[in-house]
């Protein structure tokens, strides 16, 4: 889950990227503009994912030690 959810993040990262740098929506593009289904269905999954992703920001990692 965790895995799949930075996916999302870094599919809307990049989205949103290429929107402030070229005003290019590439989720859009891909499925028939901003307002088609599959468009909205995605935007509404990288939200969702988003919101999961908080949870990331205070789960402690363990550390990897190497010797």
Same mark, same amino acid.
């Given at each position: 889950?965790?895995? +799949?959810?930075? +996916?999302? *993040?870094?599919?809307?990262a ?6 402030? +740098?070229?005003?290019?929506?590439? *989720? ?9 289904? *599959?468009?909205?269905? *995605? ?25």
């Amino acid at each position: 889950m965790e895995r +799949l959810a930075l +996916l999302f *993040v870094i599919i809307g990262a990049l989205n949103w990227g290429l929107i402030g +740098l070229f005003q290019f929506d590439l *989720v859009a593009s891909l499925f028939g503009g901003a307002e088609s289904i *599959v468009s909205r269905i *995605v935007y509404t999954l990288v939200g969702l994912f988003g919101v999961y992703a908080i949870k990331f920001l205070f789960t402690e990692r363990e550390e990897t030690r190497t010797t």
